[in-house]
């Protein structure tokens, strides 16, 4: 019998499951969402990004607003976070403007920002932000933030509402410093009800096409040595229920959740139990980063009828911080460029995925501390393609692996890697190949590599070393490139990469242990159109 490709394998699978279960999954697989390209927009970025709509500290204008939607031409559907989540950036009974802006500048004396000067004079950033899309042709949906940790560790922050600053008793922990003790315990029944009374409000009173669960603003939500697993799967489940009969039946629900399943049950998330009670869309996310090899596959066999996205960021690598600096955005990004965005959506296309979703892509542009740059605009021409995946798939593709997402729930990470001299250290990577031509394998180190030496085998045969260490395609974005004395590379014989698993090898043979930092394998050939 001949040997099946992934995509024969998955439309085979597919097709058996929607036949075994019966009319009940036919219905739901008819209300597939249409989408392909889902971009999410966190508002901030209005005021801390410098645009062509907007110049450095100039206040939010609504007009900024339209400007973010009408740039993301080639999105099928747009999300907008209005804000962080605690604080309503629309016309609340919940929370009211008026009720926090005068509670926090009595209690603090801090001012609202432009955003919040905006909404107390009657502005409903929510209400521009729907129309716009209507205007544009594209469907808005709300994404709100589960449980963000911004901001909740300054002492009178506009950005903390009267209920978080007062129950202190909520919190995870004590330590306010940590992003994963500063946000609320879901446990706590008040927590929930809070947070479902802001989504109830948004849903009675404004009508957008979908609505986001973002469990991945923070990813913590439990205290783990006081929950089991079942404890935390029925909270998080019962949840997804509730904001369900909050949308009623006609709009979409989506969830921002890990791209990784280990990090699932501490979250509380069963994705099974949360498409049963009605959630339509799964957004699988690295939190801030495009990343290429995570566990897709799985999850589209565990839901097999809802649709599944692959989040991609503006970031495949964060640097570390300035000695002495705290403050946020002040680290360096090795930028993801269009080629390494468009081979993550091939690859995730190939195991199942239904689509893609873009967050933070704007952060390409100048926003944070100093000494981050050289900026760029954000490569919206991508946006256009990312749906079309005939043309993704005709593409060379350029695949890595790099320091990513260090989610707390595993203490294994792929990179970085300590290298020892004599010792081989291997990788596996999922790849669906453009064609069976051949490409360049290429290694960066934390610091120089010196003189030292190295081997490369990919799927058991020995590569050859190349003095070629340029980057595989242009890359307009300096920061976080590796030189030329941190590279190495090989080149890759035509023939030998093949589609699903591949064995990656590394071996340091002279000089001092060492640490592998990033490597990418890209294909050779000329983009065709």
Request: net charge positive; hydrophobic share 40%; with cysteine.
């Amino acid at each position: 019998m001949a040997r099946m490709n992934r995509r024969e394998f998955l439309q085979v699978t597919g097709s058996a499951v929607l036949f075994a279960a019966g009319c009940r999954s036919l219905s739901a697989a008819q209300r597939k969402p249409p989408f392909r390209v889902l971009y999410s927009n966190d508002t901030t970025n209005i005021v801390s990004c410098v645009s062509p709509w907007h110049k450095k500290r100039e206040p939010f204008r609504p007009q900024m607003l339209e400007a973010t939607v009408d740039e993301a031409a080639g999105v099928d559907a747009h999300l907008l976070q209005p804000g962080l989540g605690w604080i309503p950036w629309w016309k609340s009974k919940v929370y009211p403007a008026e009720e926090h802006y005068r509670w926090v500048e009595k209690q603090f004396g801090t001012k609202p920002d432009s955003f919040g000067k905006y909404v107390l004079d009657g502005g409903d950033i929510v209400r521009v932000f729907i129309d716009r899309c209507r205007a544009k042709g594209r469907s808005p949906f709300i994404s709100l933030r589960m449980n963000d940790a911004h901001h909740l560790e300054k002492p009178g922050s506009v950005w903390i509402s009267r209920f978080v600053a007062g129950h202190p008793e909520y919190r995870l922990g004590p330590d306010v410093t940590r992003g994963e003790q500063r946000v609320l315990n879901w446990a706590v029944p008040e927590v929930r009800a809070h947070k479902l009374a802001l989504i109830r409000e948004l849903c009675e009173n404004y009508d957008f096409e979908g609505f986001e669960m973002d469990f991945m603003r923070f990813y913590s939500f439990f205290q783990l040595d006081k929950t089991t697993s079942a404890q935390r799967r029925d909270i998080m489940t019962g949840f997804v229920r509730d904001v369900r009969a909050a949308l009623g039946p006609r709009r979409w629900l989506c969830a921002r959740v890990p791209c990784q399943l280990v990090a699932h049950d501490p979250l509380g998330i069963d994705l099974p139990a949360m498409v049963g009670t009605g959630l339509d869309m799964v957004n699988l996310s690295a939190s801030y980063f495009t990343v290429q090899q995570t566990d897709l596959a799985a999850i589209r066999k565990l839901v097999p009828h809802a649709a599944v996205y692959l989040e991609l960021c503006h970031s495949i690598w964060n640097g570390s911080k300035p000695p002495g600096v705290t403050a946020y955005d002040s680290f360096p990004f090795r930028r993801a460029t269009a080629e390494q965005m468009q081979t993550a959506a091939h690859l995730a296309y190939e195991q199942g995925a239904d689509g893609v979703s873009l967050f933070n892509f704007v952060y390409y542009r100048e926003h944070g501390g100093p000494g981050r740059g050289p900026f760029n605009e954000p490569p919206f021409e991508v946006l256009k393609r990312l749906g079309d995946r005939a043309w993704l798939a005709r593409q060379p593709q350029h695949w890595f692996l790099a320091p990513n997402w260090r989610h707390p729930y595993t203490k294994e990470y792929p990179l970085p890697r300590k290298m020892v001299v004599g010792e081989t250290e291997v990788f596996t990577l999922d790849l669906a190949p453009h064609q069976k031509g051949g490409g360049r394998l290429r290694i960066q180190g934390e610091s120089s590599l010196g003189e030292s030496r190295w081997h490369a085998r990919l799927n058991g045969v020995e590569l050859v070393p190349t003095n070629d260490l340029s980057e595989p395609f242009p890359n307009p974005y300096p920061p976080m490139l590796g030189k030329p004395d941190e590279l190495r590379a090989w080149t890759v014989p035509a023939g030998l990469l093949r589609d699903g698993l591949n064995r990656v090898e590394f071996t340091l043979q002279t000089a001092s242990p060492t640490r592998l930092a990033y490597f990418d394998l890209a294909e050779n050939q000329k983009l065709k159109s």
